[in-house]
């Protein structure tokens, strides 16, 4: 019988080997190992066995398991690992292969717009800076002519980072503190716009996004008057929306300008006429500007008897809404891919 369990072994042992697949392998520990199996056969035997025989051939029968059950498990990892690399060359992906044209993508419709913005403004003589998005609460308002408990503060509902001592540190309202950045950075004279994007704790809504995007404009020279501001914002109007569009500037209240004002212009939909967009006025607001501050300008070391100058700044998601027609900001950050890819 020993013998027996030694041929059944080694005949087990070729047999797992052989196995092509999975499923050989599967129905052969069936055969070999199961209830009706050929172990199980020999199992039922050791019954009518001697005591001492029973026990030196029921030990046989134990280790031919061992030696079945780790030849099944070498051969099943063995065979796994060949269908693992079938499948995954079956399913590489040739990067470099061309497949069928799907259309290129393109910029989304507010880079587009400040990308279009810069253009204009560098057009204009004016260069392009940039500023950080997380700021101190020095640069985005005490800087600006608004120090802390300043009542202007609650025209920026702010968003605070848990940083450096409580409300120091915040995420920018608006691209102003970049006027103090570049003042720092530079001497006059200055020329320069500055793109970014902005937070606050806004409500989404039709016109409102928590995170947006605005384009300050920054000019310190010699001689430099309000009408100076007037000429430029109405230069900047008709090179952007066409020679048929002009601008007003209405009185207005910013802490870092003096006198300051909101700028609009000629609603782009009925040219002035008078339509639903604009509320039958034919006008339209962009944003706001005016006379840089003498304290703004003493924050950062200029005299003020020297240098004078005009900022403003303006959304740029609302001026895509305008220029294209929509109704909803959120529309611009859904990223629906129809809406996006109608630009
Ligand atoms: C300012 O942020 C001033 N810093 C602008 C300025 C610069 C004035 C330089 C004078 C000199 P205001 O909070 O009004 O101003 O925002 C300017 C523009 O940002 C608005 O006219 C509007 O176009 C846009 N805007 C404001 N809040 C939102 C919002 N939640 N979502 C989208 N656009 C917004």
Known sequence: MIDDLHDLASAATARIEAASSLDDLRALE?????????????????????????RAVGQQVND????????????????EGEARRA?????????????PFRGRGHLHLVTQTQER???VFVGLGFTVSEGPEVETDWYNFEALNIPPSH????????????????????????TSPVQIRVMQRQEPPIYSVMPGRVYRRDTADASHMPVFHQIEGLVV???????????????????????????????????????????DINCVF?????????????????????MVHPNVLAAVGLDSETWSGFAFGFGIDRLALMRHGVDDIRELFTNDVRFLSEF
């Open 30 to 54: 069936a055969d070999l190992l199961g209830k009706k199996g050929r172990l199980a056969e020999v199992k039922k035997q050791l019954g009518g066995l001697e005591p001492d025989e029973r």
């Open 221 to 263: 020279d010699r001689g430099i008057s309000f009408a100076d501001l007037a000429g430029t914002l109405e230069a900047f109007t008709s090179a952007y929306f066409g020679g048929s569009i002009h601008s007003r500037l209405r009185p207005s209240y910013f802490p870092f300008t003096e006198p300051s004002a909101e700028y």
């Open 87 to 99: 499948r995954l060359e079956a399913e590489r992906l040739d990067l470099t292969e061309l497949g």
């Open 151 to 174: 009542p202007a503060r609650g025209m920026w509902d702010t968003l605070y980072v848990d940083a450096g001592a409580p409300q120091t540190v915040l995420l920018r309202t608006h």
């Open 270 to 290: 009925c040219e002035g006429r008078g339509c639903r967009t604009c509320g039958q006025t034919g006008w339209l607001e962009l944003g706001g500007c005016g």
């Open 64 to 79: 031919v398991r061992t030696t079945i059950e780790t030849a099944v498990g070498a051969k099943r990892a063995e065979l």
């Open 117 to 119: 913005l810069e253009d």
